[in-house]
């Protein structure tokens, strides 16, 4: 993404507990980024089971691993483009 976008980097422990903080912001992000309601259900959908997966599966519930999430809105100004990126710290 260049300069003129907005990211947003959360890196989170491997725990489920923070699930709804991420929802909260991805719907957010999406109502940003000129989302309908629907699409926005969507991507809280696919990001919510994202992060469940890269905990679970990724860093196999390891508390000593992170998930990193990464928002992108871009342009910073009536942004169309939304982006997310979920990272873990799992092997493969």
Excluded at 5 to 17: D, K, Q, T
Excluded at 62 to 75: C, M, N, Q, R, Y
């Amino acid at each position: 993404m260049g300069s003129d976008g907005h990211l947003i980097r959360l890196e989170l422990p491997s725990s489920f507990e923070l699930l709804d903080l991420v929802q909260h912001l991805s719907d957010r992000l999406s109502s940003m980024a000129g989302l309908d309601e629907d699409a926005t259900h969507w991507v809280s959908v696919a990001v919510r089971e994202s992060v469940i997966n890269a905990i679970k599966h990724g860093n196999r519930e390891d508390h000593g691993k992170h998930v990193t999430i990464e928002f992108a809105l871009s342009p910073r100004t009536k942004p169309e483009e939304f982006t997310v990126e979920v990272l873990d710290e799992g092997e493969g």
